[in-house]
Structures are given as structure tokens and as C-alpha cells.
């Protein structure tokens, strides 16, 4: 970005806490010390495996010949749709849909690349070799390719048994939504199309995997023992055992302290878990595998696209009164847990930041043959802001209201507010934040540029994109793919807890460690400082461990770095533990200083008196008296200088029998104005100026929460001008490469920044603090998309669909004229 800073006259209402220190982890990193998980050698005598993927996007697999491979110097195992369908049982999914999900095809192939075979050599050379002597026949069938496609009428099935394409499909009502729609002044609608894209971090998937079989003698069962840079939801680990037919106990799951970016996607690495795992029991020996680049962008994840259509009834001063849905998202081939997890995450904040009363939801998922979906940074957030936030400007051209005053006549004004769906709104100032936002845009500014520009003849548009940001995910909320009479009383899902372990040595040294895998974000950095602050140290006597290992990390199925669950949840568990340290080490410090416990302090890596700071002990003597002398310490305190907390905030529960639900326990608001030029002769859009304003709550540490705003900006402009997954007609993937995949560098990142923030802490965390990851990867698309549709506006253009570029804006304006 060129610029970055507040506009003139901006509030700074989010300074940075003294004690919150730069990133701890940048020195490693920018050194070559990092630990990614393909510089780690766990096990002696790793052998590596290559993956034979299929050429066709849909076809009926027949006669496997694995000889030739099998036959191949160096080769130790091969393994194809037979061994997987023997040894494995399909993965567990969210719904009782008929379409199994295998690691590999088994009867078919549904997408290009979908692994077929296994090959296990002495390395990836011997591998890759042997991989091109498997043969395969294939009967290539019909391909489906996107949503409208597989709900067509004789459109060919993905999966017989299921009789559909479709794999889940809900309705919601809440409130008198026809009988408001037929006393609407005015019903505005639209149909709308959000594109997949991905996040293509710099690190592909890796894992490590080693079947142990047991003991002979019974007493023991099989078991796998695996690395990967998978970084949750730790659901997953139950799915992975489940297809496995191993109890979650015996299988032991490693993350390394460095993942090289994910934003989401790494989520969907678990199927190679359990495909090496089966490949080390074939081998006899541990398997390590390790995506390519070109492995990735045909097989591994991308965000769902979505086909939606909205409906707003809308009275005659513009008020949004109902809002009717219907959304499609295309999973790809299968439905592929955590999916529909997409369609749901949003459930609670359906309406946005706007005060609407009644809502109508139809929620379809739908298989073709193409890539399988599953988080991508943001996920739900940027399909329904798209749809929601291109349709509020259709609500003010119904109303004869510019796109700014219609937004404040709809914002939510008071808090806690709940939505029809079930949502809290935990705290927030939306008006404020949209002023503050146009303030810092110079809105007069950019109306005198539009006006040159548009005399000129050329093309120059102001958009905005307003969201509630979801953050510190309720589980719960996959529950609604099931209808409430199909639930199990007594089986409900919900919950956002994380744990996080404490422990305090001889010396005094503070040891925290995390099950929160970070993928870059500053975890450590912040953890910390948190810690360090609550117990009065500096922080150079906190360490912090972000290594995760399920037989030793504490950890539950919520676990995971996802959904922007850090800054809410895992800090609020940092806070609980540190605090019962602390009230161990004020007890110890008694016995020190002769003075009743409650009446300490920890300050400035001291035990001290509230009122007399000359009576005072350092840290590590008090925490020598619990491990040296704890017979000392007073009646009832226990010597114990580790402690494990557990943050399970009660606002979040399961769906209602009703459908409703807090589908995240925390929410912060973006507002984001976006002004574009347009060449008149290329259609290049050219973004000339971004205001940008986050609502995170407490703020624990501006540098990261900037980088944050920052990446997630980067990561919107992808998918909204240069990143999508493309399939021709024929099912074939058409970006394969970064040839034809393009990605925004700093040369597209180069236009003019303006971002603020405000500070509404959360009263349901103890920091106050909500998450930031993902704002404006949810808000930019629309905000640009916004932009354009003004900038054609003259032009009578209309925008429903991303990525816009010049070839988009080209055959918009020809169909047009």
C-alpha cells in the first residue's frame, strides 16, 4: 500500500499498550531458523510417497494395474482404489448425505486430480517415476461443473445413491416474512455470484505418517503417529480416526511451531493424513509426503463460490423490514468435512449491521466435479457481504437514497442486539465507525474526482462495503445442516472453548503453552505479553510453546487456528491460567514477606505490598518456596505451579429446537470505502484511494492487528480482481498455474491506504478483545464491487458477479451497448 495512516482529524482510539512488544518470532524466520515441516526428520528410515491423481473430472474407474510400479528399483509400496476401500471406512460428514468421502476415489473420480494411487519409494525421484507406471483405465461420464449446472434438471449424479446433487438443503423463517414483503413499498432483488479463489499460501501441505501395529499379543491395538502443518478445527482428528477405524486416542497428531500460511486452507490437508497413514502400514515404514505447487491449485482446497439471489422488502424512508435468501454454495465433489460449514458460519449475523426484523433462509450445498471446498480466510463472510452489501445499493436507488444514507437509517444502534437468527451483537458503535471511515476517505474530495473524471469522459466510482465481523466460532452452528426433530436429544454440538497450560520452573520462568497453531499470526508474541503482564514479569521471563501434539498439548475438538478465534478465546484462557499462578505466587510471597497474600501485588517481576513497595520479593523466590519448601505455604494452597485453563464462554450454545443460534461469541464491525478509476480505452481499474476503519475491540497489539488489515486487504483484491479457480465446460481446470492463477503482488497492493480503527471491548472477554483476521477479506470484494457498479453507473452497467477486471468490464459494457 503507498499509504497507510489515520485521514486528517482521525481519532486515535487504539494506541498501543506499552506492554505489548514487537513479534517475537520474526528473528528465526527472517534467519533461516524456522521449523516448517519439511525441515523436521522425525523418524528414522522415512520413506516418501507420490500421489497418481486422475486426468478426468468425472469418470467410472475400471481395471487398476499396479505391477509395473510395484516392480519399480527402489519402490516399497503402491497402494490404489481397492487397498483404500478394504482399509478404510468413509469419512464421517456433517450430514446424513448419501455420498461417501474417501482419501482416493473408489468406484469413481470426481475431480481432476483426485488421487487414484500411492506410490512409496526411497525418495520423490524413485517416486514420481514409479507413479507414471501405474495404469488406469477410466470411462469418462458427463461433467457437472458449477451450481446452476448440478441443480439443473437431468444434470448427471455425482453420487447415484444420493439421487441428487444436492447434499444439503435447509429452510429458515423467522418472523411474518411474506406478510411484510406484501405491505413493502418496495421489494428489491438480485442475483449474485461469488467466485472460488483460494489463499495459495507459500508452504503446500506436508505430512509425515507412521502406522505401528500393535502389540502380537493383543494388549495393544494398531496406532498412527503423524506430523502435519494442519492447523484445525481439531474436529478433524475424530473424522481422520473415524475413517482410520482407530479410537482418537491412537492417533497421535503433531503440528510443527512453523506453518507457512494457510488462511484457512490447510484445514482440508486431513484426507493425506489418513491416505500415508495407510501408506506406512502398506510400506512398513514411515511415509512422508509433500505437495507441489501444481498438486495444490488442482486438488487440495479453495473457498465455495456461491450462486445467491436476495430479496429485501423495503418501506418508503428506505428501511430494510425483511430479507429473503436463497444461497447456493458449490463444495466441489464432495462434501468434504467441515462443510457446509460455509453456508453456516454466518448464521447469526445474517443481516449484517443492519436492523432487520424478519428473515427467510434457503441453504443448498451442492456437489460437481470439481475441486472439494473448505475454509478460506474469511469463509461465509465474503459470499454473503457480497450478496448483502450489493443489494443495499440496489435498496437505495429503490429509495432515491445515496448508498451512505440508506446504510445509516438500517444500522444497529444499540447493544447487546439480537438478530432474527439468533446472533448477539456483543458491543460496537457502527455510526461511528462509518463517519469516522468517511472522514478519513475525504468524501468531498473523491466526489470532486468523480466529477473531473466522469467530465473527462472516463469512468471514476465510490463504493462501501459495511460487515459484522464474526469471530471466536460456536461449532454448534454445522448443527442447523440437520433439522431440528433429526437432532439427538443429548448430542447437541456448541462451543468455543480453548485451553492453554501455564507452568512456572525453579527460576521463576513462565512456560505457555499454546494448542492455537499459528500460521504466522503472532500468537506467541501476544500470549506473551498477556501473560507476562498479568503476572507482573517482563517478558523476557515468558516463554511460549506453539508446537502442537495432541498426546501432550492440551486441546479440544474446538481447538485450532481458525475463524479468528485467537484473540477472543486463547488470550482469555492465557488470562485464567496466569491468574491462578498468580494467586499461587502472592501466597508463597505471604510466607516471604509476613504479609497476608490478598494485600500483594506482582509488578515489575516482584511479589510486593499494595501500600508499601519497599516490602517487596522477587518472582522467582516466591516460586522457589512452592517447588523447595511447600510445606510452608499456607493452609490450602497447593504447591502447584502449573496450571491448565479452559475458556467456555456460556453465550454460545447449541441451535435452539427453533433453528436459532449465537453462531460466533464475539462480533466487530468493518466499514471500508473504496474509490476506483477506470481507463476508458484499457478498462483497467485502478484503485486510487481505501479508507478503512475495524472495530477488533481491545486491541493487544497494533502492529499485528495492522498486519492483519493489511494481509486480508491483500488477500480481497486477489478474489476480487485476479484470483479464481476457472473450469472449462468440460470440467477441466483452466488455472492451474500461476500462469493463469494470478495473484496480487506489491505493484497491485500500491494504491493509497487510509485505515483507523475504533475500540468497543467485548464484555464477554476478559481483554475485551475480538478477533481481526478476517475483516476486510470479507468487506473489500464488495466495497470494490460497489465501486465499479458506480463507476459504470452512466453506463448502465450492472455488477453481480467477481472477479472484475478489464475482460469482465469489456463484455459488461458489449452486451450492454
Given at each position: 500500500m503507498a499509504e497507510s495512516r489515520p485521514g486528517p482529524g482521525a481519532r486515535s482510539v487504539a494506541e498501543v499498550p506499552e506492554w505489548a512488544p514487537a513479534r517475537v518470532e520474526d528473528g528465526p524466520l527472517v534467519t533461516g531458523q524456522g521449523r516448517f515441516l519439511d525441515d523436521l526428520d522425525p523418524l528414522p528410515g522415512t520413506l516418501v510417497a507420490a500421489v497418481v491423481r486422475s486426468p478426468h473430472p468425472h469418470a467410472r474407474i475400471g481395471a487398476v494395474d499396479l505391477s509395473r510400479a510395484r516392480a519399480h528399483p527402489g519402490v516399497a509400496a503402491v497402494l490404489g482404489p481397492a487397498d483404500v476401500a478394504a482399509a478404510l471406512r468413509p469419512f464421517p460428514l456433517s450430514t446424513g448425505a448419501a455420498m461417501p468421502y474417501y482419501p482416493t476415489g473408489t468406484d469413481k473420480v470426481r475431480f481432476v486430480g483426485e488421487p487414484v494411487a500411492v506410490v512409496v519409494a526411497t525418495d520423490r525421484y524413485t517416486a514420481e517415476d514409479a507413479a507414471e507406471l501405474v495404469d488406469v483405465e477410466y470411462e469418462p461420464l458427463d461433467p457437472v461443473v458449477g451450481a446452476r449446472a448440478a441443480l439443473a434438471d437431468g444434470a448427471p449424479l455425482l453420487h447415484s445413491d444420493a439421487g441428487s446433487n444436492v447434499a444439503t438443503d435447509r429452510t429458515f423463517?423467522?418472523?411474518p416474512v411474506d406478510e411484510i414483503f406484501a405491505a413493502a413499498a418496495h421489494v428489491v432483488e438480485g442475483v449474485y455470484d461469488f467466485p472460488r479463489y483460494s489463499s495459495v499460501p507459500m508452504e503446500c501441505y506436508s505430512v509425515i505418517a507412521d502406522w505401528r501395529g500393535g502389540s502380537g499379543?493383543?494388549?495393544?491395538?494398531?496406532?498412527?503417529?503423524?506430523?502435519?502443518?494442519?492447523?484445525g478445527p481439531f474436529t478433524m482428528v475424530p473424522v481422520m480416526a473415524g475413517a482410520l477405524g482407530l479410537p482418537t486416542s491412537r492417533l497421535r497428531l503433531h503440528v510443527p511451531g512453523d506453518i507457512?500460511?494457510?488462511f484457512g486452507i490447510k484445514a482440508g490437508i486431513y484426507p493425506y493424513v489418513v491416505l500415508m497413514a495407510l501408506a506406512s502400514k502398506h510400506a512398513g515404514a514411515p511415509v512422508r509426503w509433500t505437495e507441489d505447487r501444481i498438486e495444490h491449485l488442482l486438488a487440495s482446497s479453495s473457498g465455495a463460490d456461491r450462486v445467491m439471489h436476495f430479496r429485501a422488502a423495503v418501506a418508503a424512508d428506505g428501511l430494510v423490514t425483511a430479507l429473503d435468501t436463497d444461497l447456493v454454495d458449490n463444495v466441489g465433489a464432495y462434501l468434504r468435512p467441515p462443510e457446509p460449514s460455509t453456508l453456516y458460519r454466518c448464521f447469526g449475523n445474517i443481516t449484517g449491521p443492519y436492523r432487520i426484523p424478519a428473515v427467510r433462509i434457503r441453504a443448498r450445498a451442492v456437489v460437481t466435479n470439481q475441486m472439494p471446498t473448505g475454509l478460506n480466510r474469511g469463509f461465509g463472510g465474503q459470499q454473503l457481504y457480497f450478496g448483502l452489501e450489493r443489494l443495499m445499493d440496489e435498496v437505495a436507488a429503490a429509495a432515491g437514497l445515496d448508498a451512505f444514507e440508506v446504510r445509516r437509517r438500517n444500522l444497529v444502534t444499540g447493544f447487546p442486539y439480537e438478530t432474527p437468527t439468533g446472533g448477539v451483537y456483543d458491543s460496537g458503535d457502527y455510526a461511528a465507525a462509518v463517519e469516522l471511515a468517511l472522514k478519513n476517505a475525504d468524501l468531498a474530495e473523491l466526489r470532486e474526482r468523480q466529477n473531473e473524471v466522469r467530465a473527462g469522459g472516463g469512468y471514476y466510482g465510490i463504493g462501501v462495503g459495511l460487515v459484522v465481523d464474526p469471530s471466536g466460532t460456536n461449532i454448534g452452528y454445522v448443527g442447523l445442516a440437520t433439522p431440528a426433530?433429526?437432532?439427538?436429544?443429548?448430542?447437541?454440538?456448541?462451543g468455543s472453548t480453548e485451553h492453554v497450560r501455564i507452568s512456572v520452573d525453579l527460576s521463576g520462568v513462565v512456560t505457555v503453552l499454546?494448542?492455537?497453531?499459528?500460521?504466522?499470526?503472532?500468537?506467541?508474541?501476544?500470549?506473551?505479553?498477556?501473560?507476562?503482564?498479568?503476572?507482573?514479569?517482563?517478558?523476557?521471563?515468558?516463554?511460549?510453546?506453539?508446537?502442537?501434539?495432541?498426546?501432550?498439548?492440551?486441546?479440544?475438538?474446538?481447538?485450532?487456528?481458525?475463524?479468528?478465534?485467537?484473540?477472543?478465546?486463547?488470550?482469555?484462557?492465557?488470562?485464567?491460567?496466569?491468574?491462578?499462578?498468580?494467586?499461587?505466587?502472592?501466597?508463597?510471597?505471604?510466607?516471604l514477606l509476613g504479609l497476608p497474600a490478598d494485600e500483594l501485588e506482582l509488578a515489575d517481576g516482584q511479589v510486593r505490598s499494595r501500600t508499601d513497595l519497599s516490602r517487596a520479593a522477587q518472582f522467582r523466590h516466591a516460586a522457589g518456596v512452592v517447588h523447595w519448601d511447600p510445606s510452608a505455604l499456607p493452609e490450602g494452597v497447593s504447591a502447584r505451579l502449573y496450571e491448565e485453563a479452559a475458556f467456555t464462554p456460556r453465550e454460545v450454545r447449541a441451535a435452539t429446537r427453533d433453528d436459532r443460534i449465537n453462531s460466533s461469541l464475539c462480533y466487530g464491525f468493518v466499514a471500508e470505502?473504496?474509490?476506483?478509476?477506470?481507463?476508458?480505452?484499457?478498462l483497467e481499474i485502478t484503485i486510487d484511494r481505501v479508507s478503512s476503519v475495524h472495530d477488533a475491540g481491545t486491541v493487544l497489539n497494533q502492529q499485528l492487528l495492522d498486519g492483519q488489515v493489511y494481509g486480508a486487504l491483500t488477500h480481497a483484491l486477489g478474489g476480487a480482481m485476479y484470483e479464481e479457480f476457472h473450469y472449462a465446460p468440460s470440467g477441466q481446470p483452466t488455472s492451474a498455474t500461476f500462469l493463469d492463477y494470478l495473484c496480487p503482488t506489491s505493484a497491485e497492493a500500491g494504491y493509497e491506504l487510509r485505515t483507523d480503527h475504533l475500540v468497543s471491548p467485548s464484555p464477554l472477554t476478559p481483554l475485551g478483545a475480538k478477533g481481526c483476521g478476517e475483516g476486510s477479506s470479507m468487506s473489500f470484494p464488495v466495497a470494490l464491487a460497489n465501486a465499479v457498479a458506480d463507476a459504470l453507473a452512466p453506463a448502465g452497467v450492472k455488477i453481480t458477479s467477481l472477479p472484475l477486471h478489464g475482460e469482465v468490464l469489456y463484455q459488461l459494457l458489449t452486451l450492454r451497448s
Amino acid at each position: 500500500m503507498a499509504e497507510s495512516r489515520p485521514g486528517p482529524g482521525a481519532r486515535s482510539v487504539a494506541e498501543v499498550p506499552e506492554w505489548a512488544p514487537a513479534r517475537v518470532e520474526d528473528g528465526p524466520l527472517v534467519t533461516g531458523q524456522g521449523r516448517f515441516l519439511d525441515d523436521l526428520d522425525p523418524l528414522p528410515g522415512t520413506l516418501v510417497a507420490a500421489v497418481v491423481r486422475s486426468p478426468h473430472p468425472h469418470a467410472r474407474i475400471g481395471a487398476v494395474d499396479l505391477s509395473r510400479a510395484r516392480a519399480h528399483p527402489g519402490v516399497a509400496a503402491v497402494l490404489g482404489p481397492a487397498d483404500v476401500a478394504a482399509a478404510l471406512r468413509p469419512f464421517p460428514l456433517s450430514t446424513g448425505a448419501a455420498m461417501p468421502y474417501y482419501p482416493t476415489g473408489t468406484d469413481k473420480v470426481r475431480f481432476v486430480g483426485e488421487p487414484v494411487a500411492v506410490v512409496v519409494a526411497t525418495d520423490r525421484y524413485t517416486a514420481e517415476d514409479a507413479a507414471e507406471l501405474v495404469d488406469v483405465e477410466y470411462e469418462p461420464l458427463d461433467p457437472v461443473v458449477g451450481a446452476r449446472a448440478a441443480l439443473a434438471d437431468g444434470a448427471p449424479l455425482l453420487h447415484s445413491d444420493a439421487g441428487s446433487n444436492v447434499a444439503t438443503d435447509r429452510t429458515f423463517s423467522f418472523g411474518p416474512v411474506d406478510e411484510i414483503f406484501a405491505a413493502a413499498a418496495h421489494v428489491v432483488e438480485g442475483v449474485y455470484d461469488f467466485p472460488r479463489y483460494s489463499s495459495v499460501p507459500m508452504e503446500c501441505y506436508s505430512v509425515i505418517a507412521d502406522w505401528r501395529g500393535g502389540s502380537g499379543d493383543g494388549t495393544s491395538g494398531p496406532s498412527v503417529e503423524a506430523w502435519a502443518n494442519f492447523h484445525g478445527p481439531f474436529t478433524m482428528v475424530p473424522v481422520m480416526a473415524g475413517a482410520l477405524g482407530l479410537p482418537t486416542s491412537r492417533l497421535r497428531l503433531h503440528v510443527p511451531g512453523d506453518i507457512g500460511g494457510s488462511f484457512g486452507i490447510k484445514a482440508g490437508i486431513y484426507p493425506y493424513v489418513v491416505l500415508m497413514a495407510l501408506a506406512s502400514k502398506h510400506a512398513g515404514a514411515p511415509v512422508r509426503w509433500t505437495e507441489d505447487r501444481i498438486e495444490h491449485l488442482l486438488a487440495s482446497s479453495s473457498g465455495a463460490d456461491r450462486v445467491m439471489h436476495f430479496r429485501a422488502a423495503v418501506a418508503a424512508d428506505g428501511l430494510v423490514t425483511a430479507l429473503d435468501t436463497d444461497l447456493v454454495d458449490n463444495v466441489g465433489a464432495y462434501l468434504r468435512p467441515p462443510e457446509p460449514s460455509t453456508l453456516y458460519r454466518c448464521f447469526g449475523n445474517i443481516t449484517g449491521p443492519y436492523r432487520i426484523p424478519a428473515v427467510r433462509i434457503r441453504a443448498r450445498a451442492v456437489v460437481t466435479n470439481q475441486m472439494p471446498t473448505g475454509l478460506n480466510r474469511g469463509f461465509g463472510g465474503q459470499q454473503l457481504y457480497f450478496g448483502l452489501e450489493r443489494l443495499m445499493d440496489e435498496v437505495a436507488a429503490a429509495a432515491g437514497l445515496d448508498a451512505f444514507e440508506v446504510r445509516r437509517r438500517n444500522l444497529v444502534t444499540g447493544f447487546p442486539y439480537e438478530t432474527p437468527t439468533g446472533g448477539v451483537y456483543d458491543s460496537g458503535d457502527y455510526a461511528a465507525a462509518v463517519e469516522l471511515a468517511l472522514k478519513n476517505a475525504d468524501l468531498a474530495e473523491l466526489r470532486e474526482r468523480q466529477n473531473e473524471v466522469r467530465a473527462g469522459g472516463g469512468y471514476y466510482g465510490i463504493g462501501v462495503g459495511l460487515v459484522v465481523d464474526p469471530s471466536g466460532t460456536n461449532i454448534g452452528y454445522v448443527g442447523l445442516a440437520t433439522p431440528a426433530e433429526q437432532r439427538k436429544p443429548g448430542r447437541d454440538k456448541s462451543g468455543s472453548t480453548e485451553h492453554v497450560r501455564i507452568s512456572v520452573d525453579l527460576s521463576g520462568v513462565v512456560t505457555v503453552l499454546l494448542g492455537s497453531v499459528p500460521q504466522g499470526q503472532g500468537h506467541a508474541t501476544v500470549a506473551r505479553s498477556v501473560a507476562a503482564r498479568r503476572l507482573g514479569l517482563p517478558v523476557e521471563q515468558v516463554r511460549v510453546v506453539v508446537d502442537m501434539d495432541t498426546a501432550t498439548t492440551p486441546w479440544t475438538v474446538t481447538s485450532g487456528s481458525y475463524s479468528s478465534r485467537f484473540a477472543p478465546l486463547v488470550t482469555s484462557a492465557v488470562v485464567q491460567a496466569a491468574d491462578r499462578i498468580a494467586s499461587t505466587i502472592r501466597a508463597a510471597g505471604s510466607v516471604l514477606l509476613g504479609l497476608p497474600a490478598d494485600e500483594l501485588e506482582l509488578a515489575d517481576g516482584q511479589v510486593r505490598s499494595r501500600t508499601d513497595l519497599s516490602r517487596a520479593a522477587q518472582f522467582r523466590h516466591a516460586a522457589g518456596v512452592v517447588h523447595w519448601d511447600p510445606s510452608a505455604l499456607p493452609e490450602g494452597v497447593s504447591a502447584r505451579l502449573y496450571e491448565e485453563a479452559a475458556f467456555t464462554p456460556r453465550e454460545v450454545r447449541a441451535a435452539t429446537r427453533d433453528d436459532r443460534i449465537n453462531s460466533s461469541l464475539c462480533y466487530g464491525f468493518v466499514a471500508e470505502i473504496v474509490a476506483v478509476r477506470i481507463d476508458p480505452d484499457t478498462l483497467e481499474i485502478t484503485i486510487d484511494r481505501v479508507s478503512s476503519v475495524h472495530d477488533a475491540g481491545t486491541v493487544l497489539n497494533q502492529q499485528l492487528l495492522d498486519g492483519q488489515v493489511y494481509g486480508a486487504l491483500t488477500h480481497a483484491l486477489g478474489g476480487a480482481m485476479y484470483e479464481e479457480f476457472h473450469y472449462a465446460p468440460s470440467g477441466q481446470p483452466t488455472s492451474a498455474t500461476f500462469l493463469d492463477y494470478l495473484c496480487p503482488t506489491s505493484a497491485e497492493a500500491g494504491y493509497e491506504l487510509r485505515t483507523d480503527h475504533l475500540v468497543s471491548p467485548s464484555p464477554l472477554t476478559p481483554l475485551g478483545a475480538k478477533g481481526c483476521g478476517e475483516g476486510s477479506s470479507m468487506s473489500f470484494p464488495v466495497a470494490l464491487a460497489n465501486a465499479v457498479a458506480d463507476a459504470l453507473a452512466p453506463a448502465g452497467v450492472k455488477i453481480t458477479s467477481l472477479p472484475l477486471h478489464g475482460e469482465v468490464l469489456y463484455q459488461l459494457l458489449t452486451l450492454r451497448s
